[in-house]
């Protein structure tokens, strides 16, 4: 049986982590994180040592009362599994939540989970992304997406007072604004890829006209498909804004189709705009 494991940081409390909850009474200084094995469950146990926050560490088997004594004193649960494990967790970590304590996940998609989780749980709910994978990138930032509830509301200061104490910044945004903008940026980027490759699969003569742009893509491409696969499919199917980002893309295959290319050069040089 895998029981749940407390660390602490060198005080034993987050002296960082923010003001004192109006719902739960205290800063957050004790985080229950589901799925601790994990890439992502791991690194935010280690940030949270690191501020001195203590970490209840849970991950599968989860015997009942293994999740009743890591939840016990949790002022936040940090829920860090796939997609479609959430509903599972969730049956598995409701009984055991006390009313004060936050409910929150890092699920690349938000609607979803945040549905869930706004109906297992009465006390607070915000749902956060973290837009950088396990080995952070200079400037890792995290989206933050409250519940409507009033409780949820409230409870979102000190859920970000907690990120900016891991290191991470920050933004708010909706549920349905999260996921519009990972249709287009996660979602289209894997299908995309996914249909120029396959595309060009199943030539051998092509190997022989490879340009170093082309094995730039390739590279890219890379892990995204033969490691990833399995999990940017499930991210793209949990969309319910994936199917409009494709149709979306396609109008725009049908303008080059059409051999209007300096019309969409011309668009996609926005990205290169001066922000001054």
């Known amino acids: 049986m895998t029981h749940p494991t ?3 940081g060198a005080t034993g409390r987050n002296e960082t982590a923010g003001t004192r909850s109006p719902i739960a009474g205290v800063a957050i200084a004790s985080v229950a994180i589901i799925g601790a094995r994990g890439q992502m469950g791991s690194l935010f146990a280690a940030r949270c040592e690191a501020a001195s926050v203590r970490v209840h560490r849970l991950d599968r088997p989860m015997a009942d009362a293994d999740v009743r004594a890591a939840l016990a004193d949790a002022d936040l649960c940090f829920v860090s599994v796939p997609a479609a494990a959430v509903d599972e967790v969730l049956g598995r970590i409701a009984p055991h939540l006390a009313a004060r304590t936050i409910l929150a996940d890092n699920v690349s998609v938000k609607v979803q989970p945040m549905a869930a989780m706004l109906a297992a749980h009465a006390g607070p709910v915000i749902g956060t992304h973290p837009l950088f994978g396990p080995v952070p990138d200079e400037t890792p930032t ?20 907690w990120i900016e104490a891991l290191g991470f910044a920050h933004f708010r945004t909706t549920p349905e604004e999260h996921d519009r903008a990972m249709a287009l940026i996660q979602g289209l980027n894997f299908v995309t890829s996914v249909a120029y490759l396959a595309a060009l699969a199943d ?7 490879l340009t170093p742009s082309f094995r730039r893509r390739l590279d890219a491409a890379q892990k995204m498909l033969t490691e990833d696969a399995q999990l940017f499919t499930g991210l793209f199917e949990a969309n319910p804004f994936g ?18 290319l300096d019309i969409l050069i011309d668009r996609a040089n926005w990205w290169w705009r001066r922000k001054d």
């Open 6 to 8: 407390e660390t602490t």
């Open 142 to 161: 995290v989206a933050v997406a409250p519940g409507p509830r009033p409780a949820d509301l409230a409870a979102a200061p000190l859920v970000e007072a």
């Open 203 to 209: 030539d051998p003569a092509l190997e022989r006209f």
């Open 243 to 260: 199917q409009d980002a494709v149709r979306r893309y396609r109008n725009f295959l049908h303008v080059a189709a059409g051999g209007d």
